[in-house]
């Protein structure tokens, strides 16, 4: 746990509009009385208070062609690498979002419901006060390019989050999308759900899935074509099956613990969208220098991957244990109490990690203590015993 001294929380809105600066101060001052917020109109009093205040959110529209939102954003990103940067915009077309830099950490589409700003300040507070160093969040800070949400994915988001949406709904919307369709008929036909019988019906797939889980595969379906180039195509192909690959074992191992499924969707999720790290980590090399390594530059123990996908995770609003179990999934021994989740998740990235490993490559220790929750094989038990144990 991040240990440093308790600060203020401040942040910066650039809001021109007067009455919707009204409405946010009232909004923020009756449900956040402990942010101190600072209301302005432009990006020029933005730029002097992030060069004489320490500021934990700056939040702005899209402001002039002159002095734009984005152009605050990345003046933002090199003097206040910490501050989270959020952008607010009722123009987010897919064009648009390709055309910026991507200073931006969040993207919100106008309208914003009052829930969702409170949202954002709580997803904030979390991320200052939790385990992220300050170093870390410095660091997090400087990356550019993050991935965002793409805007023809919205309409299928809005009906899987309105539990009043019809399953034909749902399947008419997924069949528009073909790879995500491609993905989900793939899964719904996998051995780990179990199914006997093959299908191809949209809304069947949307009966065996269920919408959490439906959500997480459209959410990395959408962000591994924004990576298409980027990364070495045979590079990039591997992170996506090993991904849903530690999706489905994860998933899987926690059926057989006492969560039911929402526990195993949780699973699923986690061992999906752990991939972000590597993703904006690898998008980042020149294409024949690509290699994924267990750096810890940012955070001491933790995989610099690992950090990336829980900070991303944290700041898109999933939830705190989700974010845990990615960011200790190869670090467990860092964590004092592991919670079920997150061995889970731990335990299925070392099995993964077991199968592929090379001759004479070494692999890290899993954390025992952890392990400890399941009744492990006597293979298992055998390895533990010959680790442990004093060399004579």
Not at 304 to 318: E, K, N, R, T, V
Request: glycine share 4%.
């Amino acid at each position: 746990m991040n240990q440093e001294p308790t600060q203020a929380f401040v942040a910066i809105l650039v809001v021109p509009d007067p009455l919707a600066q009204a409405s946010l101060r009232h909004l923020l001052q009756q449900s956040l009385p402990e942010w101190v917020c600072h209301y302005v109109a432009d990006a020029k009093i933005a730029r002097q208070l992030l060069k004489t205040e320490t500021v934990t959110l700056l939040l702005t529209q899209w402001l002039q062609p002159e002095d734009s939102g984005d152009l605050l954003l990345d003046f933002c990103c090199r003097h206040s690498p910490a501050t989270v940067r959020v952008l607010l915009s009722d123009k987010n077309t897919d064009p648009l979002l390709l055309a910026t830099n991507h200073a931006a950490q969040i993207l919100l589409s106008s309208p914003v419901s009052d829930q969702q700003f409170i949202q954002l300040f709580l997803r904030v507070q979390q991320l200052y006060s939790g385990n992220f160093t300050a170093h870390s969040r410095y660091q997090l800070g400087q990356i550019y390019s993050l991935p965002v949400q793409q805007n023809h994915y919205q309409t299928l988001l809005q009906l899987l989050d309105d539990a009043n949406s019809s399953t034909h709904a749902l399947a008419t919307a997924i069949a528009r999308e073909a790879p995500l369709a491609a993905k989900l008929v793939q899964i719904a036909n996998s051995a780990y759900l179990g199914f006997s019988r093959q299908t191809v019906d949209l809304a069947e797939v949307v009966v065996r899935l269920g919408r959490s889980l439906i959500k997480a595969v459209a959410f990395a379906v959408q962000l591994h074509s924004q990576y298409e180039g980027k990364i070495r195509p045979d590079l990039h192909q591997q992170l996506l099956h090993e991904s849903f690959e530690l999706a489905g074992m994860a998933s899987q191992l926690a059926k057989t613990q006492q969560g039911g499924a929402s526990l195993a969707d949780k699973a699923f999720l986690a061992g999906l969208l752990q991939v972000l790290g590597p993703l904006v980590l690898l998008s980042a090399m020149p294409l024949q220098l690509q290699r994924l390594t267990e750096e810890d530059m940012f955070q001491e123990g933790i995989p610099d991957h690992c950090l990336i996908s829980a900070y991303l995770l944290l700041l898109w609003g999933f939830d705190q244990d989700i974010c845990d179990a990615v960011m200790y999934r190869l670090s467990l021994n860092e964590v004092a109490e592991p919670g079920l989740l997150q061995t889970i998740l731990h335990l299925s990235s070392y099995v993964l990690m077991f199968r592929r490993q090379q001759q004479d490559e070494s692999l890290p220790t899993p954390c025992w203590h952890a392990l400890a929750q399941f009744k492990l094989t006597d293979t298992f038990c055998r390895l533990q015993q010959q680790v442990t144990e004093p060399e004579l």
